[in-house]
């Protein structure tokens, strides 16, 4: 089972950035695709972005320009880099491993994490 700690979150205005990190435990962690969520109260844990072992990069169509995920595999380490945040960009981050089914649909393999916070707001 792969743990996951997230942590880097914030209030920033409009415009501003973060840098999210989220170290994960377990060797799982280097050969799996690793992503970010993120949740608003009231919806569903969405796909922000994600990452491949070899570092090929995946991003949701609102993020594309913005934000910009990494890796380091030595380190079990994975970070997402988020510039031009907005107010619809305000929601509780998680990273968990990913990894999918024969039918394409995408499932989580670790526990969720805490989370962090990132609040964009003048």
């Known amino acids: 089972q792969v743990q996951l700690v997230e942590s880097g979150g914030g209030r920033v205005q409009p415009g501003g950035s973060l840098r999210l990190s989220c170290a994960a435990s377990?060797?799982?962690?280097?050969?799996?695709?690793m992503g970010w969520y993120r949740q608003v109260p009231g919806k569903q844990r969405e796909l922000v972005a994600s990452?491949?072992?070899?570092?090929?990069?995946h991003y949701a169509d609102s993020m594309k320009g913005r934000f910009t995920i990494s890796r380091d595999n030595a380190k079990n380490t994975v970070a997402l880099e988020m510039n031009r945040l907005n107010s619809e960009d305000t929601a509780v981050y998680y990273c968990?491993?990913?990894?999918?089914?024969?039918?394409?649909?995408?499932?989580?393999?670790?526990?969720w994490g805490q989370g962090t916070q990132v609040i964009v707001s003048s």
């Open positions: 377990g060797s799982i962690f280097r050969s799996n695709i």
């Open positions: 990452i491949t072992s070899g570092g090929s990069t």
């Open positions: 968990n491993a990913i990894a999918y089914a024969r039918d394409g649909s995408a499932y989580t393999l670790g526990s």
